[in-house]
């Protein structure tokens, strides 16, 4: 099994309001593994924030997926992608 940190996942912002997990499976499933997505949702009204992540088992699954999806439109808006936080650090350079 992986550990949270060791998974190469993406940040996927401008998601509409009514994106949920689903959707960004069905998206980024084409290029490989997905092993979690997530949208990040409004506690009160359950509606997506606008943002979410995707998990690839491999990070060259995820690679391809960034090359592809950044600057794709969807739902009317268009995504950006990039690598989230814990994946842009080495186990080497991270802070401590």
Do not use: C, H
């Not at 949702?41 to 060259?60: H, I, L, Q, Y």
């Amino acid at each position: 099994m992986f550990k949270r940190d060791d998974l190469p996942t993406l940040r996927i912002q401008s998601l509409s309001v009514d994106a949920d997990e689903d959707d960004l499976r069905a998206l980024f499933e084409p290029f490989g593994r997905v092993v979690r997505a997530n949208v990040i949702k409004d506690r009160n009204t359950g509606e997506s924030k606008g943002f979410g992540f995707v998990s690839f088992e491999s990070r060259k699954d995820a690679e391809k997926a960034l090359a592809k999806m950044n600057g794709y439109g969807y739902d009317a808006l268009i995504l950006s992608v990039s690598w989230s936080r814990e994946s842009i650090f080495s186990t080497s350079s991270r802070p401590r």
